[in-house]
């Protein structure tokens, strides 16, 4: 059975600073998500990543992959109020060792990231 | 606007009601996602539909009952729940490029806050 754990769960940290965010998964994929989820509103993607290596970037936030060690991180690079939301990463169950599902993206428990003045 | 449509947005019913959840999609996706999010646990995909056709049943209870009719339309019927049913139910859509590639990035609608009393 496909698991995704993301730590820290809770996460307050001051305007200015950096932190990075971890996503460990159990079993073999090469497809992981990242989304963001802002209170009472949808889920947003944010990135996508599709292989070993990957990184992509996108204004403060950076995200890579590696899928050797089955695990993905979110660096947060000197934070602004407007970060705050809760991020979820989500792995692709389609393919793994256990043969996955069409269609299974299957979501770590969340990370809720409140930046502080 | 995510081009997800979910509605109701809130929804408060008894243990002996049915009701119905709506999703309609715009985004020309053809495949369809029900996920269930409750503050005690991390997402949890519901139903797939793939081409309007079932392809994922995530153990869910049958006094949950999926219908699409066609592919962007999906709805979630519900009768008898229980208070442990009371939840955030979101639809997503993506466009699954089937054995020939990977789930695309899902696309969220706003959710459906469930209240069952």
């Known amino acids: 059975e496909l698991k995704v754990e993301q730590n820290p769960l809770f996460l307050s940290m001051q305007e200015g600073k950096n932190y990075t965010i971890y996503c460990n998964y159990s079993t073999t994929s090469d497809r992981l998500y990242w989304y963001r989820q802002d209170p009472g509103k949808s889920l947003e993607s944010l990135f996508v990543l599709l292989s070993n290596g990957a990184v992509k970037q996108e204004g403060r936030l950076m995200a890579s992959l590696d899928t050797k060690a089955r695990l993905s991180t979110l660096h947060i690079t000197a934070a602004v109020h407007d970060l705050s939301a809760t991020y979820f990463c989500a792995v692709d169950g389609q393919g793994g060792d256990d043969g996955g599902s069409q269609g299974n993206l299957i979501f770590g428990k969340g990370t809720k990231l409140s930046v502080k003045p | 606007e995510t081009g997800v449509t979910q509605t109701p947005r809130h929804l408060v019913m008894g243990m002996t009601n049915k009701k119905s959840l709506k999703c309609e999609q715009h985004?020309?996706?053809?495949?369809m996602y029900w996920y269930k999010q409750s503050a005690k646990k991390p997402l949890e995909l519901m139903f797939v539909?793939?081409?309007?056709?079932?392809?994922e049943n995530n153990s869910v209870p049958s006094r949950f009952s999926p219908e699409c009719p066609n592919s962007s339309h999906l709805f979630l019927h519900l009768h008898t729940l229980q208070p442990e049913d009371s939840a955030l139910y979101l639809c997503?859509?993506?466009?699954?490029?089937?054995?020939?590639?990977?789930?695309?990035?899902?696309?969220f609608g706003s959710g459906t806050q469930l209240s069952v009393l």
């Open positions: 985004l020309g996706h053809n495949a």
């Open positions: 997503a859509s993506s466009q699954d490029l089937g054995v020939s590639g990977f789930n695309e990035k899902l696309f």
């Open positions: 539909y793939n081409f309007k056709e079932q392809t």
